[in-house]
């Protein structure tokens, strides 16, 4: 045997890279394979589903079976999944981890959904599973509690995955690229800017078009109304499915390893397809008095784009990779990631001021449309749609800037959330007015629903660009400001108090509260803007001085929107009083100012 130091003067050894597999790899798999095998029993009992009756007559006709092509739409997507996870578990744990997180982050509001056929069942408008012939009360069978379990489980493999995903980005060579240049960039850098925009168009016509009701209907049975104010278990599973579509495709073109992004878009956009084919399939062939609405088509079209997303996103970065394996690109991909962040500014600018500039118009065109000799009505809340409008627009100007875009980009993202909240109000007054015979949406109304898009449209593009500038500085050190951190929380959690509070109540009539159930368009925009304050607050302490400083100012300046709508909505009361969501909104913009001075004085200190 040869000597230690023989070996050691040996000068024919030559270097090599160990290529074993990580030990995180390892620790990934398990989770994987559990995350497979959940989302395949899942998957059978949605195709169980094909051939058992959901609900049953307590007397008189019964229901019409469903469709068996829309049960198949509305199962065979889960299947799908679990086939790709068992596909992918043994050569990239992660990746099968991501295809069944994206679908049990949807299977959430799936399940909530599901619930509407144990505790209603012909008001949850099931229609690829039963179609009501008669009034006579129905009640839940097997099929029913087999749809529910189905999609619990979708949940549980979602978790499971997302175990998974946690655990393989603990390996060495995650999130790795052939071009060093594109080592940890986020995905949307590395897919392109072209593809990030229609994935993040796609989410948000997907998540929109789960708002708009399923089917149009003449049949005295079937009743499809508004969806929020259907029973709660539609208009909650429908806000929670059309969140997660948002959150999943925002953390997956986030996500630093383009596996992980390909997996989880595919996952969302085929439970969104399960969800909103089914509903296309069923209103075109559920007969006479049932028609397909809009908002399936849109849903059903926003769906398929998810998923070639999700199937191109792996390949078309790859292949950006090796274009930037040259010398020449590597060169001019120095800058990747400044040019990357201008052109997210630049979108969120164009986006902010269309919705900025439809909100205000929104508030000065007519809302409503009137049979003629009947005056046309007042809605207060154009008031406020007015003031978020332009504020947002004063806010997106400086994006079309470099020396600014970045200082201001947190501020916009979270002023356009304001859009939401006062377009929603709009909009709470046009779906109770338009239910009344010869009244119809106006040119203001339609302004309203282009400035709520583009809202969403801005709040993504500045997410992207905050990723995309992240990808330039030093983020090792996440322990962030205590100081900052427990103020902008409280501010947050205040504001959001108030934002659930009534702004005023009168002898007849109160401001939108959380109180009232079902909850109106105008309570959830409100929820909406509390769920982004206290999301923006906890974001800031771990930001850097002058980023989270806006990112509170922008805080607290939409909730300065909502609480001047008081003075300019409380008209509509006899006799108004100020509500305690004034008291609370106000304390809350003081907290959040406070905080946005502690976190700009960090760079001094």
Same mark, same amino acid.
């Not at 209103?283 to 998810?306: D, H, M, N, Q, R």
């Not at 003629?372 to 154009?382: C, K, R």
């Not at 709040?459 to 951190?485: F, I, K, Y």
């Given at each position: 045997?040869?000597?230690?130091?023989?070996?050691?003067?040996?000068?024919?050894?030559?270097?090599?890279?160990?290529? #074993?597999?990580?030990? &995180?790899?390892?620790?990934?798999?398990?989770?994987?394979?559990?995350?497979?095998?959940?989302?395949?029993?899942?998957?059978?009992?949605?195709?169980?589903?094909?051939?058992?009756? $959901?609900?049953?007559?307590?007397? /008189? =006709? /019964?229901? !019409?079976?469903?469709? *068996?092509?829309?049960?198949?739409?509305?199962?065979?997507?889960?299947?799908?999944?679990?086939?790709?996870?068992?596909?992918?578990?043994?050569?990239? $744990?992660?990746?099968?981890?991501?295809?069944?997180?994206?679908?049990?982050?949807?299977?959430?509001?799936?399940?909530?959904?599901?619930?509407?056929?144990?505790? =209603? $069942?012909? &008001?949850?408008?099931?229609?690829?599973?039963?179609?009501?012939?008669?009034?006579?009360?129905?009640?839940?069978?097997?099929?029913?509690?087999?749809?529910?379990?189905?999609?619990?489980?979708?949940?549980?493999?979602?978790?499971?995955?997302?175990?998974?995903?946690?655990?393989?980005?603990?390996?060495?060579?995650?999130?790795?690229?052939?071009?060093?240049?594109?080592?940890?960039?986020?995905? @949307?850098?590395?897919?392109?800017?072209?593809?990030?925009?229609?994935?993040?168009?796609?989410?948000?016509?997907?998540?929109?078009?789960?708002?708009?009701?399923?089917?149009?209907?003449?049949?005295?049975?079937?009743?499809?109304?508004?969806?929020?104010?259907?029973?709660? !278990?539609?208009?909650?599973?429908?806000?929670?499915?059309?969140?997660?579509?948002?959150?999943?495709?925002?953390? @997956?073109?986030?996500?630093?390893?383009?596996?992980?992004?390909?997996?989880?878009?595919?996952?969302?956009?085929?439970?969104?397809?399960?969800?909103?084919?089914?509903?296309?399939?069923?209103?075109?062939?559920?007969?006479?008095?049932?028609?397909?609405?809009?908002?399936?088509?849109?849903?059903?079209?926003?769906?398929?784009?998810?998923?070639?997303?999700?199937?191109?996103?792996?390949?078309?970065?790859?292949?950006?990779?090796?274009?930037?394996?040259?010398?020449?690109?590597?060169?001019?991909?120095?800058? =990747?990631?400044?040019?990357?962040?201008?052109?997210?500014?630049?979108?969120?600018?164009?986006?902010?001021?269309?919705?900025?500039?439809?909100?205000?118009?929104?508030?000065?065109?007519?809302?409503?449309?009137?049979?003629?000799?009947?005056?046309?009505? !007042?809605?207060?809340?154009?008031?406020?749609?007015?003031? +978020?409008?332009?504020?947002?627009?004063?806010?997106?100007?400086?994006?079309?800037?470099?020396?600014?875009?970045?200082?201001?980009?947190?501020?916009?993202?979270?002023?356009?959330?304001? *859009?939401?909240?006062? #377009?929603?109000?709009?909009?709470?007054?046009?779906?109770?007015?338009?239910?009344?015979? #010869?009244?119809?949406?106006?040119?203001?109304?339609? +302004?309203?629903?282009?400035?709520?898009?583009? %809202?969403?449209?801005?709040?993504?593009?500045?997410?992207?660009?905050?990723?995309?500038?992240? =990808?330039?500085?030093?983020?090792?050190?996440?322990?962030?400001?205590?100081?900052?951190?427990?103020?902008?929380?409280?501010?947050?959690? *205040?504001?959001?108090?108030?934002?659930?509070?009534?702004?005023?109540?009168?002898?007849?009539?109160?401001? %939108?509260?959380? !109180?009232?159930?079902?909850?109106?368009?105008?309570?959830?925009?409100?929820? +909406?803007?509390?769920?982004?304050?206290?999301?923006?607050?906890?974001?800031?302490?771990?930001?850097?001085?002058?980023?989270?400083?806006?990112?509170?100012?922008?805080?607290?300046?939409?909730?300065?929107?909502?609480?001047? /709508?008081?003075?300019?909505?409380?008209?509509?009361?006899?006799?108004?009083?100020?509500?305690?969501?004034?008291?609370?909104?106000?304390?809350?913009?003081?907290?959040?100012?406070? @905080?946005?001075?502690?976190?700009?004085?960090?760079?001094?200190?």
């Amino acid at each position: 045997m040869a000597s230690s130091s023989q070996i050691h003067r040996s000068d024919k050894a030559s270097p090599r890279v160990i290529e #074993g597999r990580a030990q &995180d790899d390892k620790g990934a798999r398990p989770p994987a394979i559990a995350a497979a095998a959940v989302a395949s029993i899942a998957a059978s009992l949605a195709l169980a589903v094909v051939v058992l009756d $959901p609900v049953s007559a307590t007397s /008189g =006709d /019964g229901p !019409t079976g469903g469709l *068996v092509g829309a049960s198949l739409v509305a199962s065979v997507p889960l299947a799908v999944v679990a086939v790709g996870a068992w596909l992918a578990v043994v050569r990239s $744990p992660a990746l099968a981890g991501a295809v069944t997180a994206g679908y049990g982050a949807v299977a959430v509001g799936l399940t909530v959904l599901d619930l509407g056929l144990l505790l =209603d $069942p012909i &008001d949850a408008n099931r229609l690829e599973l039963f179609r009501p012939i008669t009034a006579a009360v129905l009640e839940p069978s097997a099929g029913a509690y087999v749809v529910v379990a189905s999609h619990a489980l979708a949940v549980l493999a979602g978790l499971l995955g997302w175990i998974a995903v946690g655990r393989a980005s603990l390996s060495d060579g995650y999130g790795q690229s052939a071009s060093p240049d594109l080592t940890g960039r986020a995905a @949307a850098a590395r897919v392109g800017g072209l593809l990030s925009t229609v994935a993040v168009v796609a989410a948000v016509i997907g998540a929109g078009a789960l708002f708009v009701p399923p089917f149009v209907s003449t049949d005295s049975i079937v009743l499809v109304p508004a969806v929020v104010e259907s029973p709660w !278990t539609t208009a909650v599973g429908s806000a929670l499915a059309a969140l997660a579509v948002l959150v999943v495709a925002a953390s @997956a073109l986030a996500s630093i390893s383009p596996v992980v992004a390909s997996g989880a878009l595919f996952g969302a956009g085929a439970a969104l397809i399960g969800l909103t084919g089914s509903r296309l399939l069923a209103g075109l062939a559920s007969g006479p008095g049932i028609e397909v609405s809009p908002g399936s088509v849109a849903g059903t079209a926003a769906a398929v784009v998810l998923l070639a997303a999700g199937v191109t996103a792996w390949p078309v970065a790859a292949a950006r990779e090796r274009r930037a394996g040259s010398d020449r690109v590597r060169r001019s991909g120095l800058d =990747d990631g400044h040019l990357s962040s201008t052109r997210w500014h630049v979108v969120a600018g164009v986006a902010g001021v269309v919705s900025g500039v439809a909100s205000i118009a929104g508030g000065l065109l007519a809302v409503l449309v009137v049979p003629d000799g009947l005056p046309t009505p !007042t809605i207060l809340a154009t008031r406020t749609a007015v003031i +978020a409008g332009f504020v947002l627009v004063v806010a997106s100007v400086p994006l079309f800037f470099s020396l600014f875009a970045a200082t201001v980009r947190p501020a916009t993202g979270v002023l356009s959330v304001s *859009v939401v909240m006062t #377009g929603a109000g709009v909009l709470q007054a046009v779906v109770l007015a338009t239910d009344i015979d #010869g009244i119809a949406i106006g040119s203001g109304g339609l +302004a309203i629903i282009v400035a709520v898009v583009a %809202a969403v449209v801005c709040g993504s593009a500045t997410l992207l660009a905050g990723s995309a500038e992240r =990808d330039d500085v030093d983020t090792s050190d996440t322990t962030g400001d205590r100081v900052v951190g427990a103020v902008a929380l409280l501010g947050a959690v *205040v504001a959001a108090i108030g934002l659930a509070l009534p702004l005023y109540s009168g002898s007849d009539v109160t401001a %939108a509260t959380v !109180t009232e159930i079902p909850w109106g368009w105008d309570v959830w925009g409100q929820m +909406a803007l509390a769920v982004t304050l206290v999301v923006a607050a906890v974001v800031a302490a771990r930001s850097r001085p002058a980023r989270g400083a806006a990112l509170l100012a922008g805080g607290s300046a939409a909730v300065v929107v909502y609480v001047v /709508g008081w003075p300019l909505t409380s008209g509509r009361a006899t006799d108004p009083t100020v509500g305690p969501g004034v008291v609370a909104g106000a304390l809350g913009c003081v907290i959040l100012v406070v @905080a946005a001075l502690l976190s700009a004085r960090r760079r001094a200190r």
